[in-house]
C-alpha cells in the first residue's frame, strides 16, 4: 500500500482550530482498521497523540481530535499553541498491510 | 515503565554491515511485536517489517526487499536490525517502537545510520 496522503503543511495564528487531512485509510470496516496520529517535535522521538481514529492516551491534551469519514480520516487541533508546532503523521494499521504511514504535515503556528 | 533503548550512532562506509540494537525492558518481550521504523533525511517515516520475538515470526515492508533483517536475543530482551552490506541510500534515522493493537506507544529513541559513498 502506498503512503497516506496529507497536505504538505498547515498555519495558524495561537487560539484558531486547524485540521490535518488523511486520505487513503481503508473504508471497508472488515478490514478492522487501525488509524493513529503522531506528533514528531523537531529533532525528537515520534509521539502517539491519536488511537483508534478518535481516542486519546492518557496525558494528551484535549485539544487534540480525530475522526474518520470513508477514506479520509483527519486530526484537529483546537485552541493552537506555539508547542503545537511540529511534523504530524497518520498512520494506518491492519493485519494485511500492517502500518502504512501518511506523508507528513507540518504545522507552523 | 516500559522503554526500547536503542544503541548509538553509527557512520559506515559503502559495502559495510551493520547491526544496530534496540534493548527492551518494563514488559514481556516475547508477547509484542517490534516493529523497525526508517525515516530518511529530510522525509517521513516508513515502515521497515515488524518481528514477533516469541518466535521470531517476522514481516517484511515490500519496499525492503532483503535488504535488512531483524534478528533478536530473546535472553538480553534485544531486538537488532542487521544489514549484510550497506548502501548510501540507507542513511537515516531508525526508531524501534512496541506494536500495541493498531499504534505504536512505545518508541527507542532512534539510532542514526550514515553511509558515505
Known amino acids: 500500500q502506498s503512503a497516506l496522503s496529507q497536505p504538505a503543511s498547515v498555519s495558524g495564528s495561537p487560539g484558531q482550530t486547524v485540521s490535518i487531512s488523511c486520505i487513503g485509510v481503508?473504508?471497508?470496516?472488515?478490514?478492522?482498521?487501525?488509524v493513529s496520529w503522531y506528533q514528531q517535535s523537531a529533532d525528537s522521538v515520534p509521539t502517539l497523540i491519536i488511537y483508534d481514529v478518535d481516542h486519546r492516551p492518557s496525558g494528551v491534551s484535549h485539544r487534540f481530535s480525530g475522526s474518520k469519514s470513508g477514506d479520509t480520516a483527519s486530526l484537529t487541533i483546537s485552541g493552537l499553541q506555539p508547542e503545537d508546532e511540529a511534523d504530524y503523521y497518520c498512520?494506518?494499521?491492519?493485519?494485511?498491510?500492517?502500518?502504512?504511514f501518511g506523508s507528513g504535515t507540518k504545522v507552523t503556528v | 515503565e516500559v522503554k526500547l533503548v536503542q544503541s548509538g550512532p553509527e557512520l559506515k562506509k559503502s559495502g559495510d554491515s551493520l547491526k544496530i540494537s534496540c534493548q527492551a525492558s518494563?514488559?514481556?518481550?516475547?508477547?509484542?511485536?517490534i516493529v523497525w521504523v526508517r525515516q530518511r533525511p529530510g522525509k517521513g517515516m516508513e515502515m521497515m517489517g515488524v518481528i514477533y520475538p516469541g518466535d521470531s515470526t517476522t514481516r517484511y515492508s515490500p519496499s525492503l526487499q532483503g535488504q535488512a533483517t531483524f534478528p533478536v536475543d530473546k535472553t538480553s530482551e534485544t531486538a537488532f536490525l542487521q544489514w549484510r552490506s550497506l548502501q548510501a541510500s540507507d542513511t537515516g534515522l531508525y526508531y524501534c517502537a512496541r506494536h500495541g493493537f493498531g499504534e505504536l506507544t512505545y518508541w527507542g529513541q532512534g539510532t542514526l545510520v550514515t553511509v558515505s559513498s
Open positions: 518494563g514488559y514481556r518481550f516475547g508477547n509484542y511485536w
Open positions: 481503508s473504508s471497508d470496516v472488515d478490514d478492522n482498521e487501525h
Open positions: 498512520c494506518s494499521y491492519t493485519t494485511t498491510s500492517l502500518y502504512v
